[in-house]
């Protein structure tokens, strides 16, 4: 269980990023962070490794203060996937990058190829282990940071902006991975302005404006919320501009389809084809 | 002339095993608004940076074939010559972001093409008024959030007041709002004569802004021509491409026997056919 309690972070002293930030999150979930640019998030997720600590109020990881910890306690807990995987990557090829994580929570070389084997794969990267990152594409660099992280298995996994880069295969690996890998116990926290992500794949979402936490609750309910829609700048899905403008003139047209099958099944029934 | 063609143009990256580019020939001509889609490693960037010379002249490798910008050879002119021509936005913005300040960064682009200062004072103030980047005027580029950074590489790019701009995947770390509304702007350059060549995997938020999609698959064109007949092909699903929602609803019900004439982009427009197909 991670908490955060009443976190506040300024990078200048000027400009507070973070204006107390508190949050449970517990084993086992899969939890949306969403926001404006600017909002926070990055800055908050950065504090569940470590990476950045509070300069008031506390971080608890399984009921420890990580103010007593070092970032490589913490690391072997939580696993940070960066939004910028050119902050995350710097050896010299995918392979030596993914195991190297490995290899450092202790796992012996042939356990360490194994598994860095195996998530190369499940990410679409099979025969990029000789490659250097700096010679990869976009997606392809943010896929082989994300390898580096989920190949670890760690019991937290936070991850900003996962699917920056991605196509629509590749996102759906992606949350393939994620699914399962929470199936065995983990703990999933995502970033993502990827709305239609957040609503197929996390079931509890926060919302962050101006450093502060403004909702948190299921996602349903969440992105109902008109004052998060216009404080984390959403924009309406293209299923519910179409079921809005349906309603117009069709009043039977459910108030919330968000499913492409839903919709799909209203158009027949309205056809008389169903 | 074309503002852009590519004359059966190969590239493979030095130390590559496989072409990145393979025998590309096309036209991009003034006025049009291309989204160049494709999955991810199938050489969308590659292409984006053939069109102002970074290929092959800053990224070296194999080449065959010639990319004329402007009219100008990509190989036997230097890149300079391509940056008032075709304003690249990055995929990675912070790559690209290289002052202290924003507004610099919005000034060093025109400043090295020799715009007067004058000239340079008025596109700045208005890309920040455009942009909304006020807040951020005195930031640097490297202290800032992601989209920050990439609302500023945009700006940026937009001060060279390029003919055509090469945007590769230029929203992609922005909220959902700030990516309509820089979108608009775009279209709306678009309207007023800038060529567009955008890259994009959310086809959900450009489609209806094309004139012409360009589908990319290991290396090579694999479709070209208008967003409907594109988009209705099986082709986008089998190489993994994110057709738009309402379009995706139109092939479903199309596999049921439901033919809803035209092809639609947007929800609003999914609405309107179906509207239509009952009143008929
Ligand atoms: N290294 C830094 N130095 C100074 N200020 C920073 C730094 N990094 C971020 N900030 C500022 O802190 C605030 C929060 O940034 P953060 O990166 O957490 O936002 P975010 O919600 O992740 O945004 P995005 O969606 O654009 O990634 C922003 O106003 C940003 O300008
Ligand atoms: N500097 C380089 N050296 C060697 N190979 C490279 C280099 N840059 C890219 N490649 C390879 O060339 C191919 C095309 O890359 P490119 O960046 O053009 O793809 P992309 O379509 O933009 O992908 P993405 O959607 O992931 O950004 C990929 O297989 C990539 O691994
Ligand atoms: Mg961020
Ligand atoms: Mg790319």
Same mark, same amino acid.
């Given at each position: 269980m991670i908490i955060l309690e009443d976190v506040h972070y300024s990078y200048d002293g000027v400009?507070?990023?973070? %204006?107390?930030?508190? #949050?449970?999150?517990? +084993?086992?979930? *899969?939890?949306?962070?969403?926001?404006?640019? $600017?909002? $926070? &998030? @990055? @800055?908050?997720?950065?504090?569940?490794?470590?990476?950045? %600590?509070?300069? &008031?109020? %506390?971080?608890?990881?399984?009921? =420890? +203060? @990580? &103010?007593? !910890?070092?970032?490589?306690?913490?690391? *072997?807990?939580? $696993?940070?996937?960066?939004?910028?995987?050119? =902050?995350?990557?710097?050896?010299?090829?995918?392979?030596?990058?993914?195991?190297? $994580?490995? *290899?450092?929570?202790?796992?012996?070389?042939?356990?360490?190829?194994? &598994? %860095?084997q195996k998530t190369l794969t499940d990410l679409g990267l099979e025969g990029f282990a000789e490659r250097s990152p700096f010679t990869l594409s976009g997606g392809e660099r943010k896929r082989v940071a994300l390898a580096s992280v989920l190949s670890t298995e760690p019991r937290f996994l936070a991850l900003d902006e996962p699917t920056i880069g991605q196509d629509a295969h590749q996102k759906s690996l992606l949350a393939q991975m994620l699914a399962e890998m929470n199936k065995l116990g983990r703990t999933v926290v995502v970033v993502t =302005?990827?709305?239609?992500?957040? #609503?197929?794949?996390?079931? *509890?979402?926060?919302? !962050?404006? +101006?450093?502060?936490?403004?909702?948190?609750?299921?996602?349903?309910?969440?992105?109902?919320?008109?004052?998060? #829609?216009e404080r984390c700048a959403l924009a309406l899905p293209q299923m519910t501009l179409a079921a809005r403008a349906m309603r117009n003139v069709f009043p039977e047209v459910g108030q919330r389809l968000t499913l492409l099958s839903e919709l799909e099944e209203t158009i027949m029934g309205i056809l008389g084809g169903a | 002339m074309a503002l852009v063609e590519f004359a059966d143009f190969s590239f493979k990256y030095l130390g590559a095993d496989s072409l990145a580019l393979k025998r590309i020939t096309l036209t991009i001509d003034e006025g049009e608004y291309v989204v160049i889609t494709g999955p991810s490693g199938c050489g969308k960037t590659t292409f984006c940076r053939a069109i102002n010379a970074l290929v092959p002249q800053f990224h070296r490798g194999y080449v065959a074939g010639n990319v004329y910008t402007d009219g100008k050879n990509t190989r036997e002119n230097e890149v300079a010559t391509f940056?008032?021509?075709?304003?690249?936005?990055?995929?990675?913005?912070?790559?690209?972001?290289?002052?202290? /300040?924003?507004?610099?960064?919005?000034?060093?682009?025109?400043?090295?093409?020799?715009?007067?200062?004058?000239?340079?004072?008025?596109?700045?103030?208005?890309?920040?008024?455009?942009? /909304?980047?006020?807040?951020?005027?005195?930031?640097?580029?490297?202290?800032?959030?992601?989209?920050e950074q990439q609302r500023v590489a945009i700006a940026a790019t937009l001060a060279?007041?390029?003919?055509?701009?090469?945007? /590769?995947?230029?929203?992609?770390?922005? /909220?959902?709002?700030?990516?309509?509304?820089?979108?608009?702007?775009?279209?709306?350059?678009?309207?007023?004569?800038?060529?567009?060549?955008?890259?994009?995997?959310?086809?959900?938020?450009?489609?209806?802004?094309?004139?012409?999609?360009?589908?990319?698959?290991?290396?090579r064109i694999v479709a070209d021509g208008n967003p409907r007949e594109i988009l209705a092909m099986d082709l986008c699903e089998e190489i993994g491409v994110g057709v738009p929602k309402a379009t995706q609803v139109y092939k479903r019900l199309r596999t049921r026997g439901v033919e809803l004439g035209t092809v639609p982009l947007t929800g609003v427009e999914l609405a309107e056919l179906v509207q239509e197909a009952t009143s008929r």
């Amino acid at each position: 269980m991670i908490i955060l309690e009443d976190v506040h972070y300024s990078y200048d002293g000027v400009y507070t990023a973070l %204006r107390g930030i508190s #949050i449970q999150i517990d +084993d086992g979930e *899969r939890l949306a962070v969403i926001g404006a640019n $600017g909002a $926070g &998030k @990055t @800055t908050m997720i950065k504090h569940m490794n470590g990476l950045l %600590r509070p300069q &008031k109020g %506390r971080v608890i990881l399984d009921g =420890h +203060d @990580t &103010k007593f !910890m070092s970032v490589a306690e913490i690391a *072997r807990e939580v $696993g940070l996937v960066f939004q910028n995987p050119d =902050h995350q990557l710097f050896l010299d090829s995918v392979k030596k990058e993914v195991e190297f $994580g490995l *290899r450092n929570l202790g796992f012996t070389e042939s356990e360490a190829e194994q &598994k %860095r084997q195996k998530t190369l794969t499940d990410l679409g990267l099979e025969g990029f282990a000789e490659r250097s990152p700096f010679t990869l594409s976009g997606g392809e660099r943010k896929r082989v940071a994300l390898a580096s992280v989920l190949s670890t298995e760690p019991r937290f996994l936070a991850l900003d902006e996962p699917t920056i880069g991605q196509d629509a295969h590749q996102k759906s690996l992606l949350a393939q991975m994620l699914a399962e890998m929470n199936k065995l116990g983990r703990t999933v926290v995502v970033v993502t =302005h990827d709305i239609e992500f957040v #609503i197929e794949n996390f079931p *509890r979402t926060v919302a !962050m404006a +101006d450093g502060q936490i403004i909702a948190d609750g299921s996602t349903s309910m969440v992105l109902s919320n008109d004052e998060v #829609i216009e404080r984390c700048a959403l924009a309406l899905p293209q299923m519910t501009l179409a079921a809005r403008a349906m309603r117009n003139v069709f009043p039977e047209v459910g108030q919330r389809l968000t499913l492409l099958s839903e919709l799909e099944e209203t158009i027949m029934g309205i056809l008389g084809g169903a | 002339m074309a503002l852009v063609e590519f004359a059966d143009f190969s590239f493979k990256y030095l130390g590559a095993d496989s072409l990145a580019l393979k025998r590309i020939t096309l036209t991009i001509d003034e006025g049009e608004y291309v989204v160049i889609t494709g999955p991810s490693g199938c050489g969308k960037t590659t292409f984006c940076r053939a069109i102002n010379a970074l290929v092959p002249q800053f990224h070296r490798g194999y080449v065959a074939g010639n990319v004329y910008t402007d009219g100008k050879n990509t190989r036997e002119n230097e890149v300079a010559t391509f940056a008032s021509v075709a304003g690249l936005v990055f995929q990675n913005p912070e790559n690209q972001l290289v002052t202290l /300040d924003v507004e610099k960064e919005i000034a060093f682009g025109p400043e090295n093409l020799g715009v007067a200062p004058n000239e340079i004072r008025r596109r700045v103030e208005e890309l920040i008024e455009l942009l /909304d980047l006020e807040e951020l005027r005195e930031k640097h580029p490297h202290e800032m959030s992601g989209g920050e950074q990439q609302r500023v590489a945009i700006a940026a790019t937009l001060a060279l007041k390029p003919k055509v701009l090469v945007a /590769d995947e230029p929203t992609s770390n922005l /909220d959902p709002q700030s990516a309509e509304t820089i979108l608009k702007i775009i279209a709306h350059l678009n309207k007023k004569g800038m060529a567009v060549i955008l890259v994009e995997h959310r086809l959900d938020l450009v489609a209806k802004d094309a004139s012409r999609i360009i589908l990319m698959n290991k290396g090579r064109i694999v479709a070209d021509g208008n967003p409907r007949e594109i988009l209705a092909m099986d082709l986008c699903e089998e190489i993994g491409v994110g057709v738009p929602k309402a379009t995706q609803v139109y092939k479903r019900l199309r596999t049921r026997g439901v033919e809803l004439g035209t092809v639609p982009l947007t929800g609003v427009e999914l609405a309107e056919l179906v509207q239509e197909a009952t009143s008929r």
